[in-house]
C-alpha cells in the first residue's frame, strides 16, 4: 500500500469574505516520495472562470503536524502544519503554514489512512537524519 497506491484527498478552503473571492479548491496527494498539493482559486463573479491549477511538491520531512479533526465521528477536515510556510504562501487561505483543508464527502475514508501513512514516513525521515549524524560522527 505505501509504495503502489497514494492517497489522494480531494478537499476545499473556504473564502475568508462575504463574496468568496480565495475560494481554493484541490487534491492532496501523499504519493511513495512526496506530498503534492494541486490547487486553484475557484472562479466567481468578480474573476470570471477558474484560475489555473498549480502544483506544490514537497517531501514528507517538511510536514511538521497533522491533525484529523471529526465531527459526529466523521473526519471533516485536516489540519497540515507544514514546516517551510513559504512553499504553501501562494494559497489564499494559509496563515503561517497553517492549512486547514475542509474534506470532499468522497475522501473521508482515504483520509483515515492518513494520519498513519504520515507518522511513518516522518519516522523514516527522522531516522535516516540520525543515520547520517551517526555516520558523520564516525568519520571525523
Given at each position: 500500500?505505501?509504495?503502489?497506491?497514494?492517497?489522494?484527498?480531494q478537499?476545499?478552503i473556504?473564502?475568508?469574505?462575504?463574496?468568496?473571492?480565495?475560494?481554493?479548491?484541490?487534491?492532496?496527494?501523499?504519493?511513495?516520495?512526496?506530498?503534492?498539493?494541486?490547487?486553484?482559486?475557484?472562479?466567481?463573479?468578480?474573476r470570471?472562470?477558474?484560475?489555473?491549477?498549480?502544483?506544490?511538491?514537497?517531501?514528507?520531512?517538511?510536514?511538521?503536524?497533522?491533525?484529523?479533526?471529526?465531527?459526529?465521528?466523521?473526519?471533516?477536515?485536516?489540519?497540515?502544519?507544514?514546516?517551510?510556510?513559504?512553499?504553501?504562501?501562494?494559497?489564499?487561505?494559509?496563515?503561517?503554514?497553517?492549512?486547514?483543508?475542509?474534506?470532499?464527502?468522497?475522501?473521508?475514508?482515504?483520509?483515515?489512512?492518513?494520519?498513519?501513512?504520515?507518522?511513518?514516513?516522518?519516522?523514516?525521515?527522522?531516522?535516516d537524519?540520525?543515520?547520517?549524524?551517526?555516520?558523520?560522527l564516525?568519520?571525523?
Amino acid at each position: 500500500m505505501l509504495d503502489s497506491d497514494p492517497i489522494s484527498i480531494q478537499f476545499e478552503i473556504p473564502a475568508t469574505d462575504h463574496l468568496g473571492r480565495d475560494h481554493v479548491e484541490g487534491k492532496v496527494r501523499f504519493m511513495a516520495d512526496e506530498v503534492e498539493i494541486d490547487w486553484r482559486v475557484r472562479g466567481n463573479v468578480f474573476r470570471g472562470g477558474n484560475a489555473e491549477v498549480e502544483t506544490i511538491s514537497m517531501p514528507y520531512s517538511q510536514i511538521e503536524h497533522v491533525e484529523l479533526r471529526k465531527k459526529w465521528w466523521k473526519i471533516r477536515d485536516i489540519i497540515l502544519r507544514i514546516a517551510d510556510p513559504s512553499l504553501v504562501a501562494k494559497i489564499p487561505g494559509v496563515n503561517m503554514g497553517k492549512m486547514v483543508l475542509q474534506i470532499d464527502k468522497r475522501s473521508r475514508e482515504e483520509a483515515e489512512k492518513l494520519e498513519s501513512l504520515i507518522d511513518f514516513k516522518r519516522s523514516i525521515f527522522i531516522l535516516d537524519e540520525q543515520t547520517k549524524r551517526l555516520d558523520r560522527l564516525k568519520e571525523s
